[in-house]
């Protein structure tokens, strides 16, 4: 197929590929289904085509509709359940980001990629913050791409099917994120300001994962005050899904794949170390805080964290804990990763 074919068909044929794929893995019952499907039909496209580009608002407006989400989940006693444990939180995302810089650095030695590359690209989180910032520290911004997004496919595929396989094991029904029957029209509409105001001024302060973070914390103390009932209708958390499904897959494209592939193994490596290390982190939590399994796995994955919460809202989990790790843990990346990115990248 040639790269110059017309946008609208290439809108059309993401659009076609996104719902057959994504409606075979919600038939299936795979947790965020809708998201894994929209993903891999924009990697296929990519690849084959030009990649099309989403506007960068309509990416924020559905980070915001995850932040929501997020917040409808954190409930007073969910939100004292969470505080209660804030030692388990900060250590083990401590562990996490140490992880991520030891293997960074030990890809730099090992000369993998060009310059300290692997550094920023190994990073458990922020990938946007971390691409972006990268190139002012003299990284290739193109490898750090690869591999912070790689990364996300990754860990998002693998924690998907885990949360699959679980469930069908363990024969525990799919929960659903709590949308009302029949919701009301009130509350849909002070949900939807709350994701329109969030997104707008996330994106005029530049804020990374901004329309996330200020939904979710706006979010959860309107709602802790009584003052907000958040609800999400069916279809908005479906397009939501789908746009970030389509803004990870879009990311991917030959001339980077490319570029990238004689470092491929090496890359795919250390994510599988990271991952493993989330894994090592899921059993001592089950073992010594009692967490559930596939609580702990997911709170313990080093994915983007609007993906793992997609899942964790699809799948039977104590969804409070895992978006309060993710979340915890991506706000201290982006304060923390920078820095100690930067620290290692002069030495």
Not at 17 to 41: D, K, N, R, T, Y
Request: with cysteine; aromatic share 6%.
């Amino acid at each position: 197929m040639s790269p110059s074919v017309s946008t609208g068909v290439r809108w059309a044929a993401l659009l076609l590929l996104s719902g057959l794929f994504g409606g075979l893995l919600q038939a299936l019952h795979f947790p965020a289904g809708v998201l894994l499907g929209c993903m891999v039909a924009a990697i296929l496209l990519a690849l084959q085509w030009t990649p099309l580009e989403l506007p960068k608002f309509v990416f924020v407006l559905a980070q915001a509709v995850l932040g929501c989400l997020m917040a409808q989940s954190m409930k007073p006693a969910a939100l004292h359940h969470v505080l209660g444990q804030w030692p388990v939180f900060l250590g083990v995302n401590l562990l996490v980001i140490a992880a991520g810089g030891l293997l960074g650095w030990l890809l730099v030695r090992r000369h993998v990629l060009p310059g300290t590359t692997a550094l920023w690209g190994i990073a458990p989180g922020a990938a946007s913050a971390m691409v972006l910032m990268a190139e002012s520290y003299g990284a290739d911004m193109r490898l750090v791409a690869f591999m912070q997004y790689t990364r996300v496919v990754l860990v998002t595929a693998v924690a998907a099917w885990v949360a699959h396989l679980a469930m069908s094991v363990g024969a525990t029904p799919t929960l659903h994120p709590p949308v009302a029957e029949l919701p009301t029209l009130q509350h849909v509409f002070a949900t939807l300001s709350l994701v329109v105001v969030s997104a707008a001024l996330a994106q005029r302060l530049n804020i990374p994962a901004g329309g996330m973070v200020l939904a979710l914390v706006v979010g959860t103390g309107l709602q802790a005050l009584g003052v907000l009932v958040i609800e999400l209708p069916a279809f908005l958390l479906g397009l939501a899904y789908a746009v970030i499904g389509w803004s990870i897959g879009m990311r991917f494209t030959r001339p980077i794949l490319m570029h990238a592939m004689a470092a491929l193994p090496m890359v795919l490596a250390a994510i599988a170390a990271l991952m493993g290390l989330g894994l090592v982190l899921a059993l001592l939590l089950v073992w010594l805080a009692g967490v559930a399994p596939l609580t702990a796995y997911l709170a313990t994955s080093p994915g983007g964290a609007d993906s793992v919460v997609v899942i964790a809202a699809t799948s039977a989990v104590d969804a409070g804990f895992v978006m309060a790790m993710q979340l915890v843990r991506f706000l201290m990346v982006l304060v923390l990763g920078p820095q100690v990115t930067a620290w290692l990248a002069k030495r």
